[in-house]
Protein backbone atom coordinates (compact mmCIF):
# COMPACT_ATOMS: atom_id res chain seq x y z
CA UNK A 1 0.00 0.00 0.00
CA UNK A 2 0.87 3.42 -1.07
CA UNK A 3 2.10 5.78 1.83
CA UNK A 4 1.72 9.89 0.74
CA UNK A 5 5.31 11.39 0.62
CA UNK A 6 5.92 13.86 3.99
CA UNK A 7 3.58 16.22 4.36
CA UNK A 8 4.92 20.25 3.24
CA UNK A 9 3.70 23.17 4.91
CA UNK A 10 1.18 23.88 2.43
CA UNK A 11 -0.47 20.10 2.25
CA UNK A 12 -3.11 21.33 4.65
CA UNK A 13 -6.85 21.05 5.05
CA UNK A 14 -8.78 23.82 2.52
CA UNK A 15 -12.02 25.08 1.75
CA UNK A 16 -13.41 23.37 -1.16
CA UNK A 17 -14.46 25.38 -4.28
CA UNK A 18 -17.36 23.63 -4.91
CA UNK A 19 -18.67 21.50 -2.41
CA UNK A 20 -22.05 18.96 -2.54
CA UNK A 21 -24.06 21.25 0.02
CA UNK A 22 -23.14 23.92 2.17
CA UNK A 23 -24.43 22.93 6.26
CA UNK A 24 -26.01 25.22 7.74
CA UNK A 25 -25.45 24.28 11.19
CA UNK A 26 -24.53 21.57 14.09
CA UNK A 27 -27.92 20.44 15.18
CA UNK A 28 -27.23 17.22 17.57
CA UNK A 29 -24.97 14.76 19.19
CA UNK A 30 -25.83 11.47 19.45
CA UNK A 31 -24.44 9.11 22.26
CA UNK A 32 -25.14 5.13 23.42
CA UNK A 33 -24.89 4.56 26.63
CA UNK A 34 -25.68 1.83 29.26
CA UNK A 35 -27.25 3.91 31.85
CA UNK A 36 -29.70 6.85 30.60
CA UNK A 37 -30.32 7.55 34.33
CA UNK A 38 -26.47 8.26 35.04
CA UNK A 39 -26.30 10.79 32.04
CA UNK A 40 -29.30 12.85 32.78
CA UNK A 41 -27.99 13.50 36.10
CA UNK A 42 -24.60 15.04 34.51
CA UNK A 43 -25.84 16.56 31.93
CA UNK A 44 -28.84 17.87 33.71
CA UNK A 45 -26.01 19.32 36.31
CA UNK A 46 -24.36 20.72 33.66
CA UNK A 47 -27.13 22.58 31.73
CA UNK A 48 -28.62 20.74 29.62
CA UNK A 49 -33.12 20.22 29.74
CA UNK A 50 -34.79 16.83 28.68
CA UNK A 51 -36.88 17.75 26.56
CA UNK A 52 -38.21 14.02 25.68
CA UNK A 53 -37.76 10.50 26.80
CA UNK A 54 -38.41 7.13 24.81
CA UNK A 55 -38.26 4.01 27.27
CA UNK A 56 -34.44 3.23 25.27
CA UNK A 57 -33.73 7.15 24.44
CA UNK A 58 -33.18 10.08 25.67
CA UNK A 59 -33.44 14.05 24.16
CA UNK A 60 -31.67 17.10 25.88
CA UNK A 61 -31.79 20.82 24.98
CA UNK A 62 -30.74 24.21 25.30
CA UNK A 63 -32.50 27.30 25.81
CA UNK A 64 -32.53 27.73 21.98
CA UNK A 65 -35.13 27.09 19.47
CA UNK A 66 -33.86 23.46 18.38
CA UNK A 67 -35.81 20.75 19.48
CA UNK A 68 -32.94 18.72 20.82
CA UNK A 69 -29.22 18.77 20.61
CA UNK A 70 -28.28 15.46 22.45
CA UNK A 71 -29.64 12.20 22.00
CA UNK A 72 -28.75 8.99 23.82
CA UNK A 73 -30.02 5.32 22.73
CA UNK A 74 -29.28 2.82 25.55
CA UNK A 75 -27.08 0.51 24.32
CA UNK A 76 -24.52 -2.15 26.32
CA UNK A 77 -21.41 -0.18 26.14
CA UNK A 78 -20.73 3.35 25.80
CA UNK A 79 -20.06 4.96 22.68
CA UNK A 80 -20.44 8.25 20.71
CA UNK A 81 -21.81 7.33 17.17
CA UNK A 82 -22.04 11.03 15.74
CA UNK A 83 -23.89 14.07 14.63
CA UNK A 84 -26.39 15.79 12.90
CA UNK A 85 -25.78 18.63 10.52
CA UNK A 86 -28.63 21.08 8.86
CA UNK A 87 -29.05 21.84 5.56
CA UNK A 88 -31.11 24.22 3.80
CA UNK A 89 -33.05 22.31 1.82
CA UNK A 90 -34.32 19.21 0.54
CA UNK A 91 -32.24 19.62 -2.67
CA UNK A 92 -29.17 19.59 -0.02
CA UNK A 93 -30.51 16.31 1.00
CA UNK A 94 -30.70 14.76 -2.47
CA UNK A 95 -27.51 15.74 -3.33
CA UNK A 96 -26.51 14.17 -0.13
CA UNK A 97 -27.86 10.85 -0.68
CA UNK A 98 -26.22 10.33 -3.75
CA UNK A 99 -23.03 10.36 -2.25
CA UNK A 100 -21.40 6.61 -1.70
CA UNK A 101 -22.95 4.76 1.17
CA UNK A 102 -25.76 7.31 2.36
CA UNK A 103 -29.13 6.33 2.79
CA UNK A 104 -32.03 7.63 0.64
CA UNK A 105 -34.18 10.77 1.97
CA UNK A 106 -36.35 9.24 5.50
CA UNK A 107 -38.65 10.39 7.31
CA UNK A 108 -36.64 11.91 10.89
CA UNK A 109 -38.80 10.37 13.89
CA UNK A 110 -36.54 12.50 16.36
CA UNK A 111 -38.42 15.28 18.22
CA UNK A 112 -39.12 18.50 15.48
CA UNK A 113 -39.57 15.87 12.83
CA UNK A 114 -37.94 16.67 9.66
CA UNK A 115 -36.47 14.49 6.75
CA UNK A 116 -32.96 13.29 6.87
CA UNK A 117 -29.86 11.59 5.11
CA UNK A 118 -27.65 8.99 7.26
CA UNK A 119 -23.74 9.23 5.88
CA UNK A 120 -20.97 7.98 7.54
CA UNK A 121 -17.74 9.93 7.03
CA UNK A 122 -14.12 7.79 6.32
CA UNK A 123 -13.45 7.76 9.96
CA UNK A 124 -16.46 5.45 10.97
CA UNK A 125 -18.54 8.54 12.44
CA UNK A 126 -22.37 9.00 11.62
CA UNK A 127 -23.49 12.13 10.27
CA UNK A 128 -27.13 12.68 9.75
CA UNK A 129 -27.86 16.06 7.39
CA UNK A 130 -31.19 16.95 8.07
CA UNK A 131 -33.89 19.55 6.95
CA UNK A 132 -37.26 20.49 7.65
CA UNK A 133 -36.80 20.06 11.60
CA UNK A 134 -39.42 22.38 13.04
CA UNK A 135 -38.34 24.79 16.13
CA UNK A 136 -39.82 24.86 19.32
CA UNK A 137 -40.15 27.70 22.17
CA UNK A 138 -37.22 29.18 23.39
CA UNK A 139 -36.55 28.52 26.79
CA UNK A 140 -35.37 31.68 29.38
CA UNK A 141 -32.02 32.32 30.08
CA UNK A 142 -30.82 35.09 32.77
CA UNK A 143 -29.40 38.23 30.89
CA UNK A 144 -25.42 38.75 30.44
CA UNK A 145 -24.83 40.19 34.17
CA UNK A 146 -24.04 44.08 33.66
CA UNK A 147 -20.45 44.47 34.37
CA UNK A 148 -18.75 47.73 35.58
CA UNK A 149 -15.90 48.35 33.39
CA UNK A 150 -13.77 50.59 34.26
CA UNK A 151 -14.73 54.19 33.61
CA UNK A 152 -17.81 52.63 32.10
CA UNK A 153 -19.76 51.53 35.37
CA UNK A 154 -22.97 50.03 34.92
CA UNK A 155 -24.49 48.75 38.46
CA UNK A 156 -24.90 51.48 40.98
CA UNK A 157 -26.11 50.44 44.26
CA UNK A 158 -26.66 47.14 42.97
CA UNK A 159 -24.71 44.03 43.89
CA UNK A 160 -23.46 41.03 41.72
CA UNK A 161 -24.89 37.77 42.75
CA UNK A 162 -25.88 35.02 40.14
CA UNK A 163 -28.02 32.04 40.87
CA UNK A 164 -25.97 29.67 42.39
CA UNK A 165 -27.57 26.80 39.76
CA UNK A 166 -26.30 24.61 36.72
CA UNK A 167 -25.42 27.68 33.65
CA UNK A 168 -28.55 27.55 30.90
CA UNK A 169 -26.50 25.87 27.85
CA UNK A 170 -28.11 27.63 25.22
CA UNK A 171 -27.06 25.69 22.60
CA UNK A 172 -24.43 22.99 21.23
CA UNK A 173 -21.18 24.82 19.95
CA UNK A 174 -19.20 22.61 18.30
CA UNK A 175 -17.81 19.05 18.15
CA UNK A 176 -13.85 17.90 18.38
CA UNK A 177 -12.75 14.24 16.91
CA UNK A 178 -9.77 12.54 17.00
CA UNK A 179 -8.88 10.53 14.04
CA UNK A 180 -6.17 8.54 12.33
CA UNK A 181 -7.05 9.24 8.86
CA UNK A 182 -6.97 13.31 8.78
CA UNK A 183 -6.48 14.29 5.82
CA UNK A 184 -9.33 11.90 4.14
CA UNK A 185 -11.56 12.83 6.98
CA UNK A 186 -10.85 17.00 6.58
CA UNK A 187 -11.56 16.36 2.92
CA UNK A 188 -14.59 14.69 3.28
CA UNK A 189 -16.17 17.50 5.40
CA UNK A 190 -15.06 20.33 2.73
CA UNK A 191 -16.05 18.47 0.18
CA UNK A 192 -19.65 17.45 1.09
CA UNK A 193 -20.29 20.11 3.41
CA UNK A 194 -18.58 23.19 2.85
CA UNK A 195 -16.48 23.39 6.24
CA UNK A 196 -13.72 26.46 5.52
CA UNK A 197 -10.68 25.12 8.06
CA UNK A 198 -10.32 29.05 10.01
CA UNK A 199 -7.46 27.99 11.83
CA UNK A 200 -4.51 24.77 11.30
CA UNK A 201 -2.37 23.80 13.68
CA UNK A 202 0.35 22.34 12.22
CA UNK A 203 3.45 19.76 13.83
CA UNK A 204 7.36 20.97 13.46
CA UNK A 205 7.87 19.28 10.45
CA UNK A 206 4.81 20.95 9.09
CA UNK A 207 2.33 18.14 8.89
CA UNK A 208 -1.19 19.52 10.01
CA UNK A 209 -2.40 18.38 13.67
CA UNK A 210 -5.67 20.06 14.42
CA UNK A 211 -8.32 21.77 11.88
CA UNK A 212 -10.45 24.01 13.16
CA UNK A 213 -13.81 24.41 10.82
CA UNK A 214 -16.42 26.89 10.34
CA UNK A 215 -19.72 26.54 8.76
CA UNK A 216 -19.45 28.48 4.87
CA UNK A 217 -22.40 31.01 5.80
CA UNK A 218 -21.27 33.65 3.66
CA UNK A 219 -21.78 36.91 4.94
CA UNK A 220 -23.34 35.79 8.23
CA UNK A 221 -21.19 35.53 10.92
CA UNK A 222 -20.13 31.62 11.97
CA UNK A 223 -18.75 30.03 15.20
CA UNK A 224 -14.90 30.01 14.44
CA UNK A 225 -15.17 26.24 14.79
CA UNK A 226 -18.39 23.97 14.20
CA UNK A 227 -16.04 20.76 14.10
CA UNK A 228 -12.68 20.85 14.31
CA UNK A 229 -10.88 17.62 14.03
CA UNK A 230 -6.71 16.32 15.23
CA UNK A 231 -4.51 13.66 14.19
CA UNK A 232 -4.85 10.21 16.58
CA UNK A 233 -3.63 7.14 16.16
CA UNK A 234 -7.53 6.02 15.82
CA UNK A 235 -11.01 7.44 15.55
CA UNK A 236 -12.75 8.80 18.67
CA UNK A 237 -14.83 11.57 20.51
CA UNK A 238 -12.77 14.22 21.68
CA UNK A 239 -15.10 16.66 23.38
CA UNK A 240 -18.19 18.55 22.63
CA UNK A 241 -18.79 22.21 23.67
CA UNK A 242 -22.16 23.95 24.96
CA UNK A 243 -22.55 28.12 24.98
CA UNK A 244 -23.49 29.83 28.16
CA UNK A 245 -24.45 33.55 28.45
CA UNK A 246 -20.96 34.90 30.05
CA UNK A 247 -18.30 34.02 32.09
CA UNK A 248 -19.93 33.99 35.18
CA UNK A 249 -22.10 31.41 33.96
CA UNK A 250 -18.95 29.29 33.54
CA UNK A 251 -17.52 29.74 36.32
CA UNK A 252 -20.64 28.88 38.12
CA UNK A 253 -20.90 25.92 36.06
CA UNK A 254 -17.38 25.03 37.81
CA UNK A 255 -18.80 25.61 41.30
CA UNK A 256 -21.86 23.17 40.85
CA UNK A 257 -19.96 20.37 39.29
CA UNK A 258 -17.17 20.60 41.73
CA UNK A 259 -20.15 20.39 44.34
CA UNK A 260 -21.52 17.84 42.34
CA UNK A 261 -18.82 15.43 42.65
CA UNK A 262 -18.09 15.58 38.63
CA UNK A 263 -14.58 14.97 37.46
CA UNK A 264 -12.71 18.57 36.08
CA UNK A 265 -10.66 17.69 33.13
CA UNK A 266 -9.16 21.16 32.23
CA UNK A 267 -10.18 25.39 32.67
CA UNK A 268 -11.08 28.41 33.36
CA UNK A 269 -8.91 29.63 30.77
CA UNK A 270 -9.56 31.63 27.72
CA UNK A 271 -8.48 29.58 23.64
CA UNK A 272 -6.19 31.40 21.47
CA UNK A 273 -8.10 29.73 18.46
CA UNK A 274 -11.63 30.39 18.69
CA UNK A 275 -10.88 32.74 21.93
CA UNK A 276 -13.34 31.33 23.94
CA UNK A 277 -13.21 31.14 27.58
CA UNK A 278 -13.85 27.79 28.83
CA UNK A 279 -14.30 25.11 31.21
CA UNK A 280 -14.22 21.14 30.50
CA UNK A 281 -15.57 18.59 32.05
CA UNK A 282 -16.18 14.66 32.73
CA UNK A 283 -19.19 13.18 32.13
CA UNK A 284 -19.94 9.22 33.82
CA UNK A 285 -17.98 7.60 30.92
CA UNK A 286 -14.91 10.05 30.79
CA UNK A 287 -16.08 11.82 27.92
CA UNK A 288 -15.29 15.55 27.89
CA UNK A 289 -18.06 18.46 28.10
CA UNK A 290 -17.17 22.45 27.37
CA UNK A 291 -18.83 25.12 28.62
CA UNK A 292 -17.57 28.21 26.87
CA UNK A 293 -18.83 31.58 25.70
CA UNK A 294 -17.20 34.59 23.89
CA UNK A 295 -16.34 32.63 21.00
CA UNK A 296 -14.72 34.22 18.18
CA UNK A 297 -17.25 34.55 14.56
CA UNK A 298 -15.76 34.87 10.77
CA UNK A 299 -17.84 35.30 7.84
CA UNK A 300 -16.43 33.03 5.06
CA UNK A 301 -14.23 36.03 3.38
CA UNK A 302 -11.94 35.35 6.42
CA UNK A 303 -8.83 32.90 5.30
CA UNK A 304 -7.56 30.41 6.56
CA UNK A 305 -4.49 30.35 9.71
CA UNK A 306 -1.68 28.41 10.11
CA UNK A 307 -0.06 28.20 13.54
CA UNK A 308 2.30 25.84 15.46
CA UNK A 309 1.03 23.29 17.59
CA UNK A 310 1.93 23.19 21.49
CA UNK A 311 0.57 22.96 24.55
CA UNK A 312 1.04 26.49 25.37
CA UNK A 313 -0.96 27.25 21.71
CA UNK A 314 -4.11 25.83 23.50
CA UNK A 315 -5.05 28.77 25.95
CA UNK A 316 -4.17 33.05 26.34
CA UNK A 317 -4.35 32.36 30.45
CA UNK A 318 -5.74 29.74 32.73
CA UNK A 319 -4.79 26.87 34.09
CA UNK A 320 -2.22 24.96 31.87
CA UNK A 321 -3.68 21.99 30.26
CA UNK A 322 -3.40 19.32 31.81
CA UNK A 323 -1.35 16.23 31.08
CA UNK A 324 -4.35 13.78 31.16
CA UNK A 325 -6.31 15.70 29.23
CA UNK A 326 -4.79 14.59 25.88
CA UNK A 327 -3.99 11.17 27.30
CA UNK A 328 -5.53 8.76 25.12
CA UNK A 329 -7.39 5.54 26.93
CA UNK A 330 -4.91 2.44 26.54
CA UNK A 331 -7.00 -0.90 26.50
CA UNK A 332 -6.31 -3.81 24.16
CA UNK A 333 -9.33 -2.24 21.56
CA UNK A 334 -7.04 0.66 21.34
CA UNK A 335 -3.83 -0.76 21.18
CA UNK A 336 -5.23 -3.26 18.40
CA UNK A 337 -6.49 0.15 16.34
CA UNK A 338 -3.32 1.75 16.95
CA UNK A 339 -1.31 -1.03 15.48
CA UNK A 340 -3.71 -1.37 12.48
CA UNK A 341 -3.93 2.25 12.02
CA UNK A 342 0.06 2.81 11.83
CA UNK A 343 0.00 0.27 9.14
CA UNK A 344 -2.98 1.40 7.64
CA UNK A 345 -2.96 5.24 7.68
CA UNK A 346 -1.42 7.37 5.17
CA UNK A 347 -1.52 10.00 8.15
CA UNK A 348 -0.16 7.99 10.92
CA UNK A 349 3.79 7.62 11.64
CA UNK A 350 5.56 6.40 14.08
CA UNK A 351 7.13 9.52 14.48
CA UNK A 352 4.42 11.75 14.01
CA UNK A 353 2.66 9.84 17.37
CA UNK A 354 6.02 10.39 19.31
CA UNK A 355 6.12 13.81 18.34
CA UNK A 356 2.56 14.13 19.94
CA UNK A 357 3.28 12.18 22.96
CA UNK A 358 5.91 14.10 23.51
CA UNK A 359 4.62 17.51 23.68
CA UNK A 360 0.95 16.37 25.22
CA UNK A 361 1.48 12.79 26.43
FE1 LIG B 1 -13.71 23.09 22.38
Given at each position: MSRRPTLLATDQPARHPCPTVKATGLAHLIFERPDLGSAEQFLSDFGLTVSHREKDELYLRGTSVAPYCYRIHRAK????????????????????????????????????????????????????????????????????LPLNQGDQPRRINATQRPPVTPPEIIRL??????????????????????????????LPEGSPAVAFMRLDLGDAPADHHTLAIAQGFMATYSHSAFEVI????????????????????????????????????????G????????????????PTG????????MAQWGQRMPRTFTRPRLNLASLWALLRNLARSPDLTLRKLITLARMFG
Open positions: RARFVGFGLTVACRDDLLRLSRLPGASAIETASAPGGGERVRLVDPSGFVVEAICGQTVIPALPHRAPGHVVLEVADFQDTCAWYTGHFGFIPSDVQVDADAVGMGQRVLRERGWKHAWGIGRHILGSQVFDYWQDPWDKHEHYCDGDLFTASSLHTVSPDA
